[in-house]
């Protein structure tokens, strides 16, 4: 009976032993293979449509005139640029994780169309105008929001004033 306690007890001191004094393996580096662009294409064909679709509903959201982006239509202007937003702030960070460095290269170039320029400078000016602030957006869209926004000082009262 005591050498079973014995042995038992040496296990034990064993597991616990390695468990403190053994390092862990450091995590493996994700190796991503070779990308041709191929590879996005398979998947460009179902989202290039999306992507213009969402690029036309923001345009169309920063078109309204000032007084359409306060009170029952205020949601809407959100929506419409919060959409385009969100596709364009989760498609930048799953591709890098999709395709490693070369998807993120890849949809970085996606998104800096003339299009996405022209939103850029709209919605800064309605932040500059006080009509939105990055908190007006889901925490995906809010952060490229914050982004484009940065250096804009708050001019106007948006629909306070």
Same mark, same amino acid.
């Given at each position: 009976? %005591?050498?079973?306690?014995?042995?038992?007890?040496?296990?034990?001191?064993? *597991?616990?032993?390695?468990?403190?004094?053994?390092?862990?393996?450091?995590? *493996?580096?994700?190796?991503?293979? =070779?990308?041709?662009?191929?590879?996005?294409? #398979?998947?460009?064909?179902?989202?290039? #449509?999306?992507?213009?679709?969402?690029? *036309?509903?923001?345009?169309?959201?920063?078109?309204?005139?000032?007084?359409?982006?306060?009170?029952?239509?205020?949601? #809407?202007?959100?929506?419409?640029?919060?959409?385009?937003?969100?596709?364009? %702030?989760? %498609?930048?960070?799953?591709?890098?994780?999709?395709?490693? =460095?070369?998807?993120?290269?890849?949809?970085?170039?996606?998104?800096?169309?003339?299009?996405?320029?022209?939103?850029?400078?709209?919605? %800064?000016?309605?932040?500059?105008?006080?009509?939105?602030? =990055?908190?007006?957006?889901?925490?995906?869209?809010?952060?490229?929001?914050?982004?484009?926004?940065?250096?804009?000082?708050?001019?106007?009262?948006?629909?306070?004033?």
């Amino acid at each position: 009976m %005591q050498r079973l306690i014995f042995i038992i007890a040496a296990i034990v001191v064993w *597991q616990v032993a390695g468990h403190i004094f053994l390092k862990p393996a450091p995590p *493996q580096a994700r190796v991503f293979p =070779p990308v041709s662009g191929a590879e996005f294409e #398979d998947h460009e064909k179902y989202t290039r #449509d999306a992507r213009q679709s969402q690029r *036309q509903d923001a345009l169309k959201a920063l078109d309204r005139a000032w007084s359409d982006r306060c009170g029952d239509k205020r949601k #809407d202007f959100i929506s419409g640029l919060g959409h385009y937003y969100y596709h364009r %702030q989760n %498609q930048n960070e799953r591709y890098p994780e999709i395709y490693g =460095p070369a998807g993120a290269t890849y949809i970085a170039g996606v998104w800096t169309t003339a299009e996405d320029r022209r939103i850029e400078r709209l919605t %800064q000016e309605a932040y500059a105008a006080g009509y939105i602030k =990055p908190s007006d957006f889901d925490s995906m869209a809010s952060q490229v929001v914050a982004t484009v926004v940065r250096g804009e000082q708050v001019r106007g009262r948006g629909c306070g004033g």
